[in-house]
């Protein structure tokens, strides 16, 4: 099933999908009923899966995972004058959701190994205007919850939880995105199941739910006359397109899982002994790697520029890090996060790059970008 179909290796992007032919048999099934927009039935049969699946009283399906974030945070009516505990090193959607919601990010360090926030750092950072932690699982090892779940119940905190990347991982057992008060995953197509753009809330209590469904649409009033507003919302529907390639997707997760392992097997043993470049950690007590993204951390910036200059001449693609939230142009203009320093999430971000690591990636490329990688770091 993986054979690749030709062995010419250039160019190996840096994702792509693995689309199996039943996301075409369900697209068709709209096409052919008319059921394109948010009103179809894949939507509700996506949700209630994917709920399934991690364990959760419902799904809300949105737009995308960064709407997601807006929703969740506005759902628990997270607002101006409140602190949100988020890692420094993340993509940029959580911090944006917390700042447009008119609340103040509280940036948390690294750790170097996991490559998460370091949790022991959060405790002092906890105040009297903290009113939730967002915790963000980065590249396929989940943040350490048990601390996280213990300051949230002795401060009363709500937990956030973007497992944006985190489908199907499990932490001690219990599936990410099964955490949080509010949880979300997105479908982009470099996601371990995609539905082209696309994201899911995850919730259990019922209050929360419906502000979701409900703000989500507009925040049209389920039970009043339509179109008078109470509150504002979005247009963050997902539509019947996309639920249908989501149910698809669904169907395969465990096998994509087990993919993106054995892909990372591949890539751990050809480039056992490499110097100079930190390799992402197998497992953990608490979990083992799912590699939604195979990153390599070089011990200087500079090494980092030559390799990513002398893999992408070669049409391997490389994608840098995350860069850090309080080295955002955006939130310095802002007058945020000021003479704030996390050396550690600096680190990641300056040195940080991953390689191919999409589901489509064959056996033989893995090992041809073994090979270049190791040839290369030798000669830096
Ligand atoms: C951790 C994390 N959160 C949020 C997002 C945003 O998701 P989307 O691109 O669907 O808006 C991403 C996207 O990659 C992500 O990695």
Same mark, same amino acid.
């Given at each position: 099933?993986?054979?690749?179909?030709?062995?010419?290796?250039?160019?190996?992007?840096?994702?792509?999908?693995?689309?199996?032919?039943?996301?075409?048999?369900?697209?068709?099934?709209?096409?052919?009923?008319?059921?394109? =927009?948010?009103?179809?039935?894949? +939507?509700?049969? %996506?949700?209630? !899966?994917?709920?399934?699946?991690? #364990?959760?009283?419902?799904? $809300?399906?949105?737009?995308?995972?960064?709407?997601?974030?807006?929703?969740?945070?506005?759902?628990?009516?997270?607002?101006?004058?409140?602190?949100?505990?988020?890692?420094?090193?993340?993509?940029?959607?959580?911090?944006?959701?917390?700042?447009?919601?008119?609340?103040?990010?509280?940036?948390?360090?690294?750790?170097?190994?996991?490559?998460?926030?370091?949790?022991?750092?959060?405790?002092?950072?906890?105040?009297?205007?903290?009113?939730?932690?967002?915790?963000?699982?980065?590249?396929?090892?989940?943040?350490?919850?048990?601390?996280?779940?213990?300051?949230?119940?002795?401060?009363?905190?709500?937990?956030?939880?973007?497992?944006?990347?985190?489908?199907?991982?499990?932490?001690?057992?219990?599936?990410?995105? =099964?955490?949080?008060?509010?949880? +979300?995953?997105? %479908?982009?197509? !470099?996601?371990?199941?995609?539905? #082209?753009?696309?994201?899911? $809330?995850?919730?259990?209590?019922?209050?929360?739910?419906?502000?979701?469904?409900?703000?989500?649409?507009?925040?049209?009033?389920?039970?009043?006359?339509?179109?008078?507003?109470?509150?504002?919302?979005?247009?963050?529907?997902?539509?019947?397109?996309?639920?249908?390639?989501?149910?698809?997707?669904?169907?395969?997760?465990?096998?994509?899982?087990?993919?993106?392992?054995?892909?990372?097997?591949?890539?751990?043993?050809?480039?056992?002994?490499?110097?100079?470049?930190?390799?992402?950690?197998?497992?953990?007590?608490?979990?083992?790697?799912?590699?939604?993204?195979?990153?390599?951390?070089?011990?200087?910036?500079?090494?980092?520029?030559?390799?990513?200059?002398?893999?992408?001449?070669?049409?391997?693609?490389?994608?840098?890090?995350?860069?850090?939230?309080?080295?955002?142009?955006?939130?310095?203009?802002?007058?945020?996060?000021?003479?704030?320093?996390?050396?550690?999430?600096?680190?990641?971000?300056?040195?940080?790059?991953?390689?191919?690591?999409?589901?489509?990636?064959?056996?033989?490329?893995?090992?041809?970008?073994?090979?270049?990688?190791?040839?290369?770091?030798?000669?830096?």
């Amino acid at each position: 099933m993986y054979i690749k179909k030709s062995i010419n290796m250039n160019p190996i992007p840096v994702n792509t999908p693995l689309l199996s032919g039943r996301e075409r048999e369900l697209l068709m099934e709209c096409i052919d009923t008319g059921w394109i =927009s948010s009103e179809g039935p894949f +939507i509700k049969q %996506f949700e209630k !899966n994917l709920a399934e699946y991690v #364990g959760r009283k419902a799904g $809300i399906a949105v737009a995308n995972g960064s709407a997601a974030l807006d929703v969740a945070i506005k759902a628990l009516k997270i607002g101006k004058g409140d602190e949100v505990i988020v890692p420094a090193f993340t993509i940029i959607s959580p911090v944006q959701s917390i700042v447009t919601a008119g609340a103040v990010p509280v940036l948390i360090d690294s750790d170097a190994v996991t490559w998460n926030m370091d949790t022991s750092q959060i405790e002092a950072k906890i105040t009297s205007k903290t009113k939730a932690i967002l915790v963000v699982h980065i590249y396929g090892l989940p943040v350490d919850m048990d601390p996280i779940l213990k300051l949230c119940e002795k401060y009363s905190l709500y937990l956030i939880e973007d497992a944006a990347e985190m489908h199907g991982q499990t932490y001690k057992g219990k599936q990410c995105g =099964s955490f949080g008060n509010v949880s +979300i995953f997105s %479908f982009y197509p !470099n996601k371990h199941i995609t539905t #082209g753009e696309g994201g899911m $809330i995850m919730a259990d209590d019922d209050d929360v739910i419906e502000r979701c469904q409900k703000l989500r649409n507009l925040a049209f009033e389920p039970e009043k006359p339509r179109f008078i507003h109470y509150e504002l919302g979005w247009n963050y529907r997902m539509t019947n397109l996309q639920a249908a390639l989501g149910v698809a997707q669904l169907e395969k997760l465990d096998e994509h899982i087990q993919r993106k392992r054995e892909i990372g097997k591949l890539y751990q043993d050809g480039l056992q002994g490499i110097k100079k470049f930190q390799l992402p950690l197998k497992a953990t007590e608490y979990a083992e790697n799912i590699y939604w993204v195979f990153g390599l951390v070089a011990e200087s910036e500079s090494l980092k520029q030559k390799m990513v200059s002398a893999l992408n001449e070669m049409k391997i693609g490389t994608r840098p890090f995350f860069w850090c939230m309080h080295e955002q142009p955006v939130f310095t203009a802002m007058g945020l996060f000021k003479g704030e320093h996390y050396p550690v999430a600096e680190m990641l971000a300056r040195n940080g790059f991953y390689i191919p690591s999409g589901l489509a990636l064959t056996n033989a490329e893995v090992n041809y970008v073994c090979d270049k990688v190791l040839k290369l770091s030798a000669g830096l």
